[in-house]
């Protein structure tokens, strides 16, 4: 250990040992990080949760055994997090709260699932929404580093494109579809057939205008209760069998900016409104080529993720002492 190093580590072995003469807790140091340590506090902590897991769950005749490699594999986890936490401050890299709750929220969205719903999922992994901050934080570190240090020297090969992409051709082979606007008029409850009239004399009327001239993106806008309404109705690429039976039906049998007749479903009225159509088939490599590029470069990138991890604990001072 460096001798600049030596007073601070002191330091910090003094408080832990007041800090835990204080509470009436015996803490021990567990591993040393350079000029940092791991309590045995903090240890048991982390480990809590894993080890309810193996008591409640592990039936087999070598409980004490896993437990202590289990634990182990923890601290050594730990030390890790701390390696990459003090290269971290070292190269500048910082990860604010607001991003990593940005983060957080956005994996939310996209599992459809509110902040409530996903502390409680949390909870019955027997986590909470801290512990996953502070995972969440540190892959953002991660991701940081491996950008800066190690995606980097990745270099992948027109070669290794091309042998991807006759090796998972069955991947790209793209289904038929089409890029549609709609506007709905659904079916409110409790809707009786004089209702039902009412809304036909409706959509019928909006038709007529668009056929007139008057811009389908507008009258979406104006009157569609359906999704994407205030992009103009505008629900992208649909492929075929994934919409209502009578609506895929009409969809696929329009030709280019053709607007259908009026199409009655169970949820209500549609008009449609064909944008593009692509045909089924493989598709090129020039279209797929970037997300070859990435699927290549993350299997690279775990490699030369361990090489480069090896080399920062072979630079640093590590001491376990389990």
Same mark, same amino acid.
């Given at each position: 250990?460096?001798?600049?190093?030596?007073?601070?580590?002191?330091?910090?072995?003094?408080?832990?040992?007041?800090?835990?003469?204080?509470?009436?807790?015996?803490?021990?140091?567990?591993?040393?990080?350079?000029?940092?340590?791991?309590?045995?506090?903090?240890?048991?902590?982390?480990? !809590?949760?894993?080890?309810?897991?193996?008591?409640?769950?592990?039936?087999?005749?070598?409980?004490?055994?896993?437990?202590?490699?289990?634990?182990?594999?923890?601290?050594?986890?730990?030390?890790?997090?701390?390696?990459?936490?003090?290269?971290? /401050?070292?190269?500048?890299?910082?990860?604010?709260?607001?991003?990593?709750?940005?983060?957080?929220?956005?994996?939310? &969205?996209?599992?459809?699932?509110?902040?409530?719903?996903?502390?409680?999922?949390?909870?019955?992994?027997?986590?909470?929404?801290?512990?996953?901050?502070?995972?969440?934080?540190?892959?953002?570190?991660?991701?940081?580093?491996?950008?800066?240090?190690?995606?980097?020297?990745?270099?992948?090969?027109?070669? !290794?494109?091309?042998?991807?992409?006759?090796?998972?051709?069955?991947?790209?082979?793209? /289904? !038929?579809?089409?890029?549609?606007?709609?506007?709905?008029?659904?079916?409110? @409850?409790?809707?009786?057939?004089?209702?039902?009239?009412?809304?036909?004399?409706?959509?019928?009327?909006?038709?007529? &205008?668009?056929?007139?001239?008057?811009?389908?993106?507008?009258?979406?806008?104006?009157?569609?209760?359906?999704?994407?309404?205030?992009? @103009?109705?505008?629900?992208?690429?649909?492929?075929?069998?994934?919409?209502?039976?009578?609506?895929? &039906?009409?969809?696929?049998?329009?030709?280019?900016?053709?607007?259908?007749?009026?199409?009655?479903?169970?949820?209500?009225?549609?008009?449609?409104?064909?944008?593009?159509?692509?045909?089924?088939?493989?598709?090129?490599?020039?279209?797929? &080529?970037?997300?070859?590029?990435?699927?290549?470069?993350?299997?690279?990138?775990?490699?030369?993720?361990?090489?480069?991890?090896?080399?920062?604990?072979?630079?640093?001072?590590?001491?376990?002492?389990?």
């Amino acid at each position: 250990m460096k001798a600049h190093h030596i007073v601070p580590l002191l330091m910090i072995c003094l408080f832990a040992s007041s800090a835990a003469a204080a509470t009436g807790v015996v803490e021990r140091i567990v591993a040393v990080v350079n000029d940092e340590i791991i309590t045995s506090y903090e240890l048991d902590n982390a480990f !809590e949760p894993m080890e309810k897991r193996i008591e409640a769950t592990y039936k087999g005749p070598n409980k004490e055994r896993l437990l202590q490699e289990t634990r182990l594999d923890m601290l050594k986890k730990m030390v890790d997090k701390l390696l990459l936490e003090q290269e971290a /401050k070292k190269t500048g890299i910082v990860v604010k709260d607001e991003e990593v709750m940005d983060t957080i929220r956005d994996i939310a &969205r996209r599992q459809n699932v509110s902040m409530d719903a996903l502390k409680q999922a949390l909870a019955k992994e027997g986590t909470t929404l801290e512990a996953y901050r502070n995972e969440i934080r540190e892959q953002m570190v991660r991701m940081r580093i491996l950008r800066r240090d190690v995606r980097s020297k990745i270099a992948i090969s027109e070669e !290794e494109i091309g042998a991807y992409y006759l090796k998972h051709r069955e991947e790209y082979e793209g /289904k !038929e579809a089409v890029r549609i606007k709609q506007i709905l008029l659904p079916y409110s @409850g409790g809707l009786d057939e004089e209702g039902k009239k009412k809304l036909r004399e409706q959509a019928e009327t909006i038709r007529q &205008r668009i056929m007139a001239g008057e811009p389908f993106d507008l009258m979406a806008a104006t009157y569609s209760q359906g999704p994407a309404a205030a992009q @103009g109705g505008d629900l992208g690429f649909i492929e075929k069998g994934l919409m209502l039976p009578e609506v895929d &039906r009409v969809a696929f049998s329009l030709k280019q900016d053709e607007v259908s007749e009026l199409i009655e479903s169970s949820l209500g009225l549609h008009l449609l409104k064909l944008v593009d159509k692509r045909g089924a088939g493989v598709k090129p490599i020039e279209a797929v &080529r970037q997300e070859i590029v990435d699927r290549l470069e993350e299997g690279k990138l775990e490699v030369k993720y361990e090489d480069w991890m090896e080399g920062l604990r072979k630079r640093s001072h590590i001491e376990i002492r389990l």
